[in-house]
């Protein structure tokens, strides 16, 4: 009887220290997000402070929190979620190093950044989502969105907040050109939110960096549905057009299906562009006269 007591106590016991590891009351999910994190990627803060708690759950225990652009690795397929800020997202269980102890946990996915780019000089580039904002009867859903730039040291620099029409797209990605022959630019950040099915708009958001301030610069998108319509934004910097150092162009382009015929479609298409001018300090749009 000893032994039967002692074997059933050890595994209790046992059963005990894997709830703690994975917990159960947590299922995996499933579910597609933007972040689109994998086991083993490094991921960074975006939230001013993130809180990394024991489990999967705002009530679960704090174990640390961690500023903003702090790196962590992230340890685990994602458990199912909250909705924190507006919107839904998982959670992981990530490692981190902080005052040289290495700390393990589990954060909620909306408070790391979507993605993270360094320029030729080490400035990093991040961006993430603040809250998400539901559609009214005057304006479409969107994100409250922020593009944080960090020197070496860590430290922030300079951000700048936008509205990110974000809507089923599929994933993220981010890059930076160069000054893109543009008086005081250094770089441009472009972001893209990428929708890769019929009807789902791209979104590219783009911000120039003068070395002490983001600027918003236009956006571009695009959508389509087979057999049915098109568009198309495209933006030529100076660099791309050879034409004015000052001027900025957006060129766009609408077809529509003007036969009933999907498979072999008959596409009217329109043109136009918009003209922006930069005079090494201001950004401003030219509205030509009819």
């Known amino acids: 009887m000893k032994k039967k007591a002692l074997l059933f106590l050890f595994s209790i016991t046992f059963l005990l220290v894997r709830a703690q590891e994975q917990p159960a009351a947590y299922a995996v999910s499933d579910e597609y997000t933007l972040w689109n994190f994998q086991k083993g990627d490094t991921a960074y803060v975006f939230a001013d402070v993130a809180y990394v708690r024991e489990n999967a759950d705002t009530k679960s225990k704090l174990v640390d929190s961690l500023q903003e652009g702090a790196m962590v690795v992230i340890n685990s397929e994602g ?10 997202a998982p959670w992981y269980k990530i490692s981190f190093i902080k005052d040289n102890v290495k700390k393990e946990g589990f954060i909620w996915l909306g408070l790391l950044a979507l993605n993270s780019i360094l320029n030729q000089e080490g400035e990093q580039f991040i961006y993430g989502f603040k809250k998400f904002r539901s559609f009214t009867e005057n304006s479409p859903s969107y994100y409250d969105a922020e593009l944080k730039v960090f020197d070496r040291k860590k430290k922030v620099i300079a951000r700048a907040s936008y509205q990110a029409e974000v809507n089923d797209q599929t994933g993220t990605e981010t890059k930076i050109l160069g000054g893109m022959g543009l008086k005081n630019i250094k770089n441009i950040h472009r972001s893209a939110f990428l929708g890769e099915a019929c009807g789902i708009a791209t979104q590219y958001y783009y911000f120039a960096w003068t070395g002490q301030e983001l600027i918003h610069f236009p956006n571009k998108m695009s ?11 495209t933006i030529l910097f100076p660099s791309e057009h050879k034409g004015d150092p000052t001027m900025i162009y957006k060129k766009i382009v609408e077809g529509e299906n003007i036969d009933d015929n999907l498979d072999e479609p008959n596409y009217k298409e329109t043109k136009s562009q918009k003209k922006y001018t930069w005079d090494g300090k201001t950004l401003s749009e030219l509205i030509e006269m009819r």
């Not at 458990?79 to 839904?88: A, D, H, P």
Request: no cysteine.
């Open 223 to 233: 959508v389509s549905d087979a057999g049915v319509f098109y568009y198309d934004e």
């Open 79 to 88: 458990y199912n979620g909250s909705t924190i800020r507006g919107f839904y």
